[in-house]
């Protein structure tokens, strides 16, 4: 098991190089260090949001609810920002986490304490956040003018050769790793998803771990709210419109099972990166903007009849030894 | 509520008739917009001011409803009936809600036009469009070639690949893009009005054509989203991004260096165009195919097959007026 999950990633890691190098036949200039790095910082944010994304598919959930989440804690941001410049930027980050994690556990409430499918709930706070969004701006962007510089800044600010938002990308990987690895919590997620029943029996709460991975889901939420908003540095109801399938394909295609309990944050990163590298290539190799849509599309597919085949043939070893006996 | 918003706009409308009372020779132009209290129309307002200050035997009544309803619209355009005004030039909630009021009004004699968001054809005598097409395709690539004297390499930033307008615009640009030597359009991308795409899409310009010179977005959230990655590319200077942006989407950019000028209707022409169109109208014009009617300083507008005009070339903004208007709109 743990074998072929080290060969997943692996592959993904090689068709990521190989990737890399096709999109340097047709321009060169795509694998400069200083691109390669452009291209890590500009995936960050959708790093930060599979991280979370995962967590809630390994419990045998999704959160459809992530990019209006997103929406909505970097809405606040940004107002709060614009009302009162002079609130220091970490405490408007911690605010904006503490915000995104609160609207998670809406989901994660509804998910454990009302037992709703998760695709229902969160297809519902989807719509509900980004209401809200237009309730409290009442359709009004909050531009670049308005932002203090320091709110502008942090993000794009360089630390020992990087900009902020790759740092902060990398700690959330640290970060969320330990968390998996490490805690009880982590290892409960993918009790949890693996054999929600076996979990019971071991003494864990299916309903309450699955509560925190959707705060957990929505605490990064609020965290890629400020950095999206302050990246851009432009606010409005329909900031990362869509971008919720974006993160749900950089899991599938890191091996993350829909069905839940398999998958790893190497996983993750690896499907956020090479969903980035696509995005960032397709602008350059000069192919229609028919064609691209076509072709992430095309990916995610393959890489999705990529995971259902090798999930296929697990079924059927088990099923070929339950015969045997 | 219902009450509440009857009552306020028969005040407002009552306020507007006793100050009326004093000239009562004056002719009376209604100005209804989508709603009180939204920048952009206290700006046309201050147009439709200027306009009748201008003409002098002319009092606007600015009014409309508190939220932008078409239902809201009806009520004020009801009570101007009442109050026997001569004009009333609306922009419209609705293309068709407000067609039988206005028909309405229409039939008492009252001169009926449209402008920035118009009513269907049998509802208003004429509409008036702030810009047209070829205006606003012209204006994209002048605004590009002002500021290179020497011509350049520029690249189009539009919205969705099937966006109708951006199309458009972009095609009529093509079309005169002779008329500004030196100017080469090297490519055409899609942001698909998403500002991660939109920022993306203009990084790959920047790595796909080091002498690029500007880059042209005709919208919104383009245009702020390719200034704001020539800023972090540090292009400033190097790279000017134009194109069609609001005022107070783009005053920060503008104050950046990374846009030095862009275009958008400019909301106090339009209110003052309207009014003089609406007096010209007063004044015994018939507005039909073909017809040109009179806009003071604007010039004249020239109807088409369907009672349609356009003021006017888009309004150009840059560091000068930019944060005067930013706080309009």
Known sequence: MAKLLKNREILLVIAIIALVFVIALRFPGFVAPANLARVYNDTSILIILALGQMAVILTRCIDLSMAANLALSGMVAAMINAAFPGIPIPLLILTVVALGAALGSINGLLVWKLDIPPIVVTLGTLTIFRGSIFLLSKGAWINAHQMSDAFKALPRAPLIGFPVLSWLSVLAIAAVYILMTRTPIGRAFFAVGGNPHAAVYTGIDVGRTRFFAYCLSGGLAGLSGYLWVSRYAVAYVDIAAGFELDIIAACVIGGISIAGGIGSVGGAVLGSLFLGVIKNALPVINISPFAQLAISGAVIIIAVAVNARTEKRKGRVILKKAEAV | ?329
């Not at chain 2, 008492?108 to 469009?129: E, P």
């Open chain 2, 1 to 329: 509520m219902k009450i509440l918003k009857a009552l306020m706009v028969t005040t407002a409308v009552s306020l507007a008739l006793m100050a009326n009372a004093a000239h009562a020779e004056n002719k009376k132009i209604a100005l209804v917009v989508k709603a009180l209290g939204i920048g952009f129309f206290e700006a046309a307002n201050k147009g439709a001011q200027e306009a009748a200050k201008e003409l002098g035997d002319v009092e606007v009544i600015y009014t409309g409803p508190t939220t932008t309803t078409a239902e809201g619209q009806i009520e004020v355009i009801n009570s101007l009936i009442a109050q026997k005004v001569d004009a009333i030039a609306v922009s419209a909630n609705d293309t068709d809600a407000l067609v039988p009021a206005l028909k309405k009004a229409m039939e008492r004699g009252i001169k009926v036009i449209s402008w920035d968001s118009g009513v269907a054809k049998d509802g208003r005598s004429m509409h008036l469009n702030p810009s047209s097409s070829p205006l606003i395709g012209n204006m994209i690539i002048k605004l590009a070639a002002d500021q290179l004297p020497d011509g350049g390499d520029v690249a189009v930033l539009s919205a969705t690949a099937t966006s109708t307008n951006q199309n458009v615009w972009i095609e009529e640009m093509k079309k005169v893009q002779g008329n500004y030597k030196g100017i080469n359009v090297v490519a055409t991308v899609y942001g698909d009005d998403l500002a991660d795409k939109s920022y993306r899409e203009t990084q790959g310009l920047i790595q796909s054509y080091p002498n690029l010179k500007a880059i042209i977005a005709p919208t919104s959230v383009g245009i702020v989203a390719a200034a704001q990655a020539v800023e972090d590319a540090g292009k400033v200077g190097q790279i000017n991004v134009t194109g069609l942006g609001l005022p107070s989407e783009m005053a920060g950019h503008v104050k950046a260096g990374s846009s030095k000028s862009f275009a958008i209707w400019n909301p106090i022409d339009l209110g003052y165009s309207a009014t003089m169109i609406a007096y010209d109208l007063i004044g015994g014009a018939e507005a039909k195919p073909g017809a040109e009617l009179k806009m003071g300083r604007m010039g004249t507008v020239k109807l088409d097959d369907n009672n349609e005009g356009a003021m006017a070339d888009p309004f150009v903004y840059d560091a000068k007026n930019v944060e005067e208007f930013a706080k309009i709109f």
